[in-house]
């Protein structure tokens, strides 16, 4: 059955239905309702689809036609309890709860106004509010309309730390995202005066912080998001760089190094850097110290240095771990607060988990975004002005009257916003809207049209702005001089800066570039201020996962169906990293908080690149950087896509005869080998392992269990080199009899740890590597048997022990697609619209 949604996608309206509609808490369920049904249970990521309700069956039951998924059509059973109801069942109505819940807050004359206006904006998904917003406003529910949060420094004691804990899980509870700055815990072995003994250090608590996040559910529909920030002053940065390389360790947080103009001055000119903390033992340690160094040297306090090293060597080890595995990220802080409005009362501290808020001890600020590819005016092949001026003020308003009509749940947030009144609207589409314009993403001419267009969003959202601080009053924290002297406000145009000057502004900041994954992929356009990831990607079907365009381009090609997609239709990686990051800085030139964005690189990107990159970026003007090198993440060091040549053809071929009298010969290995990649759960970690195949038949096999160095991985390269050696040998035995015979030997050996039960049971990381051997070889059998019935995709089973993924994308933890890409700062698939910071 089909059933009309307006929505771009079935993954779109499934978004929409499970994340951002009201929900039936009684499951009164009658025919003909439609339902969100359980089809596979997982602790952490159950997947989910829509349905018809065909009949209510005894033991409370429901029969349930399917509307979206690989099983559209059947009918399935399901228990109520593992059923939602929604109550609204459109976009429209969703807008108008919207919509009423937040301009409630207007004064009584221009209520029934604002309210359609927010209304019509939202339903025509041009101003798309944050994901906060959609599931909380209007309804019973006390969840934040905020996306972000910093809370403050811990204090340096047990009980600091814990109330942190207990003030980070409270707000991941209710729906926001946190950044804390971990600064103020003393380094590690530094002195704990009363217990005679020494400090574990600050990272130490890093993991404490980062488990409990895992555990938090936000608002019933996501897991926490936490960042977790250190200053490049801290004798615990070494500590804090290389923490994410040992298994296990702060897997639930984003990290990211606050780098200090000074410390980039350091670095340009290799010089010396201090790693210092305050001295513990001073009488007035507990009392004030907050983790604000420079205050503490105005005090006149004491410091130790603990160590001298040369700031390029720190600068290098942040480089290298970014280029491994993305993290840690980089914060250039004091660039933050000399383009910050607030910086005359209220420093930042941190940044909330996307790194595109950064925020002041008790900030909060709430998201919004302007859809761009929505304000295309094929007529004039232009964007619609003045559609998108009007759409800028409807979401400036919208926002601003979030920040009253949001419920609070700690004190010091209400007081701190009253007093700032921080908002951040941002963009969405912007990939689409350059296709749309013919325009190249990161070419000179998109450079020169993305200036124009954020400048022209920036001077609106303003322009707007005074005119609802004549309307409503300024922020309370609003000094016409000060206000004035911030970085940012002196780009703006000189008219407008006299008019702030004369008449306040409501809100301290305005303009964000936050990502938009989930709520991007359910308008159906480009993320935030990304291009595509790709312009195809998959869908899942009942004969697996099928290619398909991505709506503009399939426009296209319907249009132009003998034609190639001309050289504007572009994906991330069809980019330079350098592209990536002159946008960037284009965009954060008018944007007065910071952007969370992605510079994507291939996997032969180089440290050195990465170093360069990051450095071009600093000197661009970017408030922060990310880089994802291809394959850093689940394929690491393990091996290199490289570009083939016409020689590779050749020298992939290998003669697979045997040579029973001659001496044993090892195969050399190819410039060009394709290969798989699985996963493999063991009682010391998850295992990643590689085999490589030349002419269909295993060639070598590489393998990562632990960070490099450690005794685990030593052994694992070793077995991995002892299985390739006797796979590429010469002999009677045809390569995949050889895998077999390793993989019979390894299954059965026990170990000191075990894991799982009945068939599932694994006895020692051997054991693990031999089942997941077979597991490969009988999937292989498999697909060799498909080919020849030409059964094709549709008789390839699961996998019941390994999974494997495509050389390029990572599989999503909630519906195991090959289809998690690193976008924005964040992970987001393109297949199943999980996302995470």
């Known amino acids: 059955m089909e059933l009309s949604h307006g929505f771009s996608s079935e993954l779109s309206w499934k978004i929409f239905l499970d994340r951002y509609t009201v929900k039936d808490p009684t499951r009164s369920f009658v025919v003909g309702d439609l339902a969100i049904a359980l089809v596979e249970p997982h602790p952490k990521w159950p997947k989910k689809d829509i349905g018809i309700v065909r009949d209510i069956l005894p033991d409370g039951y429901l029969s349930i036609e399917l509307l979206t998924g690989p099983a559209k059509g059947d009918l399935i059973e399901r228990k109520i309890a593992d059923c939602d109801r929604p109550l609204e069942r459109s976009i429209y109505e969703v807008a108008q709860r919207i919509a009423q819940g937040v301009a409630q807050v207007e004064p009584e004359a ?45 204090r340096d004691s047990r009980e600091g730390i814990v109330e942190t804990l207990g003030q980070m899980i409270e707000i991941m509870s209710r729906g926001g995202g946190v950044g804390i700055n971990i600064s103020s815990l003393r380094p590690s072995r530094a002195a704990v005066r009363g217990v005679n003994g020494r400090s574990s250090g600050a990272v130490s608590w890093m993991d404490l912080y980062s488990r409990a996040t895992g555990l938090v559910e936000q608002g019933g529909s996501r897991r926490g998001a936490l960042m977790l920030q250190i200053e490049d002053w801290h004798p615990d940065l070494w500590r804090f760089i290389e923490v994410k390389k040992t298994p296990g360790m702060v897997e ?38 907050d983790g604000n160094l420079e205050t503490w040297k105005k005090a006149g306090k004491p410091i130790v240095l603990y160590e001298t090293v040369k700031a390029r060597k720190i600068w290098r080890e942040i480089i290298q771990g970014a280029w491994q595995a993305a993290e840690p990220g980089i914060v250039f802080d004091e660039r933050h607060e000399k383009d910050s409005n607030s910086w005359y009362f209220n420093p930042l501290i941190s940044t909330n988990p996307c790194a595109e808020q950064p925020l002041p001890a008790w900030g909060v600020c709430t998201l ?152 991007g992929t359910m308008v159906g356009t480009s993320t935030g201020i990304e291009p595509y990831y790709a312009l195809t990607y998959f869908r899942q079907s009942r004969l697996g996962f099928d290619e398909q365009y991505v709506p503009v381009a399939a426009e296209w090609k319907a249009a132009h169906p003998d034609e190639e997609l001309p050289s504007y239709f572009v994906g991330a990686m069809d980019l330079t990293p350098e592209e990536h990051v002159y946008v960037q800085a284009a965009i954060q030139k008018w944007t007065d908080s910071s952007i969370s964005k992605t510079a994507n690189a291939p996997s032969t990107y180089t440290v050195e690149d990465t170093e360069r990159l990051y450095e071009l970026a600093y000197d661009l003007g970017c408030k922060g950087v990310t880089i994802y090198r291809d394959q850093s993440r689940s394929e690491q060091v393990l091996h290199l896509a490289e570009e083939k040549t016409p020689q590779d053809s050749e020298a992939a071929t290998i003669s697979w005869g045997t040579t029973p009298n001659a001496e044993a010969e090892v195969y050399p290995v190819p410039s060009l080998i394709h290969g798989r990649t699985y996963r493999k759960e063991t009682p010391a970690g998850t295992a990643r392992v590689v085999i490589n195949e030349v002419d269909d038949n295993p060639f070598e096999v590489f393998m990562l269990l632990g960070r490099a160095g450690s005794e685990v991985q030593s052994f694992m390269e070793s077995l991995g080199r002892v299985i390739s050696l006797y796979l590429r040998s010469s002999g009677n ?58 059964e094709g995709t549709a008789a390839r089973t699961a996998e019941p022990e390994g999974r494997h993924t495509s050389l390029h994308l990572d599989l999503c933890p909630m519906c195991d697609a090959p289809t998690l890409v690193y976008e924005e700062g964040c992970q987001h698939c393109q297949s199943c619209g999980y996302s995470k910071c």
């Open 368 to 519: 919004g975004h302007v859809n761009l590819a929505a304000f295309y005016d094929p007529k004039a092949h232009d964007v619609d002005w003045t559609g998108l001026r009007e759409s800028v003020r409807v979401g400036t308003r919208f926002l601003d009257d979030i920040v009253d009509a949001t419920p609070y749940f700690f004190q010091q947030n209400y007081d701190n916003q009253q007093k700032e009144r921080r908002i951040g609207l941002g963009t969405m589409g912007l990939g689409e809207l350059l296709i749309r314009l013919g325009l190249r993403y990161g070419s000179p001419e998109s450079l020169e049209f993305i200036e124009k267009l954020y400048r022209f969003i920036a001077v609106e959202a303003y322009s707007y702005d005074v005119e609802l601080a004549r309307e409503k009053g300024a922020f309370p924290a609003f000094d016409p001089d000060l206000y004035l002297q911030s970085g940012f406000i002196k780009r703006l145009p000189d008219d407008l800066r006299h008019a702030i000057h004369e008449h306040g502004v409501r809100n301290v900041t305005i303009l964000t570039q936050a990502p938009t994954g989930t709520v």
């Open 110 to 154: 221009v209520r029934a106004q604002t309210e359609q206006a927010f209304a019509q904006e939202i339903a025509a998904l041009r101003f798309i509010p944050g994901g906060r917003i959609w599931a909380g406003a209007g309804t019973e529910q006390q969840l934040t309309y905020f996306n972000c949060y910093v809370i403050p420094c811990p």
């Open 733 to 790: 035995l045809s390569p995949r009899r050889r895998l077999e015979l390793v993989a019979e030997q390894l299954k059965g050996i026990g170990g000191a740890n075990q894991m799982g039960f009945g068939p599932g049971r694994v006895l020692s990381v051997v054991d693990a590597i031999g089942q997941l051997l077979e597991s490969h070889l009988r999937n292989e059998a498999i697909e060799v048997a498909a080919a020849h019935t030409g």
């Open 252 to 289: 639930n947080a984003n990290i990211s190094v606050r780098i200090s103009d000074a410390f980039m001055a350091a670095v340009k000119a290799d010089e010396d850097w201090q790693l210092v903390f305050p001295d513990t033992t001073d009488p007035d340690y507990d009392t004030m110290w």
